[in-house]
T-cell receptor, first 114, second 115 residues
Framework: DTAVSQTPKYLVTQMGNDKSIKCEQNLGHDTMYWYKQDSKKFLKIMFSYNNKELIINETVPNRFSPKSPDKAHLNLHINSLELGDSAVYFC?????????????FGPGTRLTVT | AQKITQTQPGMFVQEKEAVTLDCTYD???????LFWYKQPSSGEMIFLIYQGSYDQQNATEGRYSLNFQKARKSANLVISASQLGDSAMYFCAMNFPGSARQLTFGSGTQLTVLP
């Protein structure tokens, strides 16, 4: 069973378009995230949601809008796409275990803006 | 501000040998968690191991162990008996309680296992 899933895996679109990436986790976690991995492989947090509530919003253009309809879903909508938005976007969720914390990532969505 | 540093952009290791991937961090918070992830060429992020700052013993998971030296602020990953499938990018990361527990990542180390 897939723990954190994202759709689509690949997304190719033109500048100026609006697109969405969906994320679902079936782990029962309370906190979910969006990370961006740039062309140099650097990973950076974009947003964090806890129980459907936004708790972290890093310096991200307001063209990016996360939406959490319920605890298991965190979608990312991007308006007016720009060339610089091309990256891999990862959804993740976290849980506290007996040994500490574990944070699991989805398979990633490779967004290419042409 | 918290910072994670991985000083080895690339590493090579012979198959069946052990390899250590370096990670140092900078924080003034006494409570934090340290993570290692593997990213193969297929792109997914695979959780490997976690170490809490108050954990007395070094974390181990199969062939992976975390060499945690708190005073030196280092959290090196040791992979024993390297396999060809270990070739991947490895990321060190940390988070903090009381926050959203989002991860701050290092720049990664590309490990290549040679046959």
């Amino acid at each position: 069973d897939t723990a954190v899933s994202q759709t689509p895996k690949y997304l190719v679109t033109q500048m100026g378009n609006d697109k969405s990436i969906k994320c679902e986790q079936n782990l029962g976690h309370d906190t979910m995230y969006w990370y961006k991995q740039d062309s140099k492989k650097f990973l950076k947090i974009m947003f964090s949601y806890n129980n459907k509530e936004l708790i972290i919003n890093e310096t991200v253009p307001n063209r990016f809008s996360p939406k959490s309809p319920d605890k298991a879903h965190l979608n990312l909508h991007i308006n007016s796409l720009e060339l610089g938005d091309s990256a891999v976007y990862f959804c993740a969720s976290t849980i506290r275990t007996g040994g500490g914390y574990e944070q699991y990532f989805g398979p990633g969505t490779r967004l290419t803006v042409t | 501000a918290q910072k994670i540093t991985q000083t080895q952009p690339g590493m090579f290791v012979q198959e069946k040998e052990a390899v250590t991937l370096d990670c140092t961090y900078d924080t003034s918070d006494p409570s934090y968690g340290l993570f290692w992830y593997k990213q193969p060429s297929s792109g997914e992020m695979i959780f490997l191991i976690y170490q809490g700052s108050y954990d007395q013993q070094n974390a181990t998971e199969g062939r992976y162990s975390l060499n945690f030296q708190k005073a030196r602020k280092s959290a090196n990953l040791v992979i024993s008996a390297s396999q060809l499938g270990d070739s991947a990018m490895y990321f060190c990361a940390m988070n903090f309680p009381g926050s959203a527990r989002q991860l701050t990542f290092g720049s990664g180390t590309q490990l290549t296992v040679l046959p």
